[in-house]
């Protein structure tokens, strides 16, 4: 079916009707003397099935999920500015006949996501009104304001669209929608957050596209891609990368593991959730709520005969505990920790437990990453480095720098799109053994790092090349004086 759903949706939940193919759907319960109004409204006969209630709940969101959606990509942003002020209330619109204003203003927020490159949709109800921020290579920005009545309505219909309970909004619900939009396969996750002036909802968006992304596409220097390349050579160990969420962590890995998926290999992981599906490659996702930690999946995916298990975070000393015993017995296991650079994943594991022998005898190799906004290359301007610029990126005063200025192509903004940045550390012998001798972290540093770049000096050098600004470049240096 495609098109606006001939049913409307509100009539559709409310009576429990909906239009398949030819024929209608009745969800059981329903009073059948709705049937006379659906004949009247389609002006035709049809056959009628009876569907259990939540067999119907997911016909109803197949349905009614993405109607219009391509049209909604020729829509501007004025258009969806005013389509969002002339919402009737949120009363007159579930009781309308026709919910199309709703669904062309939330496929319009898709399709200006999809425009944008956004990586989040953020909707926030408040006293004043409704709120919706997109986050733009990085940074939060508000695109929308909508009066504080509409905020039910657009929430329900995006919790339709996920398959959750509408009726439920005193407690915190996830969903998924999968979409395409402009040729691209999108899968958003949603999360609902009871507060104050209603639900909030977070949309992340995230591109499928990128799970068959190649590792030359990553943009790693040189030297971080030697360490990598070399550590998934490995038949056995630990790699893990490190960063803050939205780093592009589980981009990295996914890049690696299509490297390793080859079909010779029996390639595992478990993740929470799972972010990207890929052909040959056995994904578990990650279930609190009975029992399915990272633990348990992991120690379940052992006995699958893995060749090579991704473990999407280890968080806890179990979970580091099996990731190790797992090296020890011939796996090549990938994973993420949460620390600010790649020596700290070593502090991070102690503070885990795993034992310094056991640390030293199976971690190959450590990643640090994150990403920086990149200038638009369209409006930058070059400008001679102040003196406290100067000092920040290690040069003379007067050297020649990149500042954002703004035009048409990075929507006034001065940047367009977004690069990673990467430290990696190979673990040779001389880390093992000070790993072993429980070192301090700065004695660490001062050996792996004697040739190669820290994340400070990576991305001052991006911000000596035009690549970024200076501002960048402090924002992601987060240690101090480690670069002299």
């Known amino acids: 079916m495609s098109g606006i759903a001939p049913i409307p949706y509100a009539f559709a939940r409310k009576f429990g009707v909906i239009l398949t193919g030819d024929g209608v759907a009745l969800r059981k319960g329903s009073d059948p003397k709705v049937l006379i109004e659906v004949r009247r409204w389609l002006a035709r006969p049809f056959a009628v099935t009876h569907a259990p209630a939540a067999d119907f709940d997911r016909l109803l969101g197949d349905s009614y999920a993405m109607d219009g959606a391509e049209a909604a990509l020729a829509m501007g942003r004025e258009e969806i500015d005013a389509l969002a002020s002339a919402l009737p209330s949120a009363e007159d619109l579930l009781d309308s006949a026709d919910d199309a204003p709703v669904i062309r203003l939330i496929n319009g927020i898709f399709a200006e996501a999809v425009r944008q490159g956004v990586s989040d949709i953020h909707i926030e109800p408040y006293d004043s009104g409704l709120v919706v921020r997109m986050r733009i290579d990085g940074l939060l920005r508000e695109t929308l304001r909508m009066p504080p009545h509409v905020a039910p309505v657009i929430v329900s219909r995006i919790k339709v669209m996920a398959r959750l309970d509408i009726a439920e909004r005193r407690v915190p619900q996830d969903g998924r929608i999968g979409l395409t939009l402009a040729g691209k396969s999108l899968d958003v996750r949603v999360s609902t957050l009871p507060a104050r002036g209603g639900e909030r909802v977070v949309l992340r968006i995230l591109d499928k596209d990128n799970a068959g992304i190649e590792l030359e596409a990553l943009g790693l220097d040189a030297h971080s891609e030697r360490v990598l390349r070399e550590a998934i050579a490995e038949p056995n160990g630990i790699l893990l990368v490190t960063g803050p969420t939205g780093s592009g962590k589980t981009t990295t890995l996914y890049a690696a593991l299509r490297l390793l998926n080859d079909g010779s290999r029996n390639i595992l992981t478990v993740e929470d959730p799972v972010e990207y599906a890929v052909d040959g490659v056995g994904q578990t996702q990650v279930n609190t709520k009975v029992g399915m930690s990272f633990a348990t999946g992991l120690r379940a995916i052992l006995r699958q005969d ?104 990075c929507s006034g903004s001065g940047y367009r799109g977004r690069i990673a940045v990467f430290e990696a550390v190979k673990i040779d012998e001389t880390i093992r053994r000070l790993i072993n001798e429980d070192a301090s972290e700065d004695a660490i540093v001062a050996h792996a790092f004697r040739r190669a770049p820290t994340l400070s000096v990576a991305v001052r050098q991006m911000a000596l090349d035009g690549v970024t600004t200076p501002e960048e470049a402090v924002r992601i240096s987060r240690r101090t004086g480690e670069d002299g």
């Open 306 to 409: 893995p060749d090579v298990v991704m473990v999407g975070e280890i968080r806890d000393r179990e979970t580091a505990e099996i990731a190790v015993q797992a090296s020890l017995t011939g796996h090549l296991v990938l994973s993420t920790v949460h620390t600010n650079d790649a020596i700290g994943a070593v502090t991070r594991m102690r503070d885990m437990k795993v034992e310094p022998f056991l640390l030293a005898s199976t971690l190959r190799a450590v990643m640090a990453q994150r990403l920086v906004r990149k200038l638009c290359e369209t409006c930058r301007r070059a400008e001679p480095a102040s003196a406290n610029v100067a000092a920040l990126l290690g040069v003379a005063e007067g050297t020649a720098v990149y500042e954002p200025v703004g035009c048409e192509t």
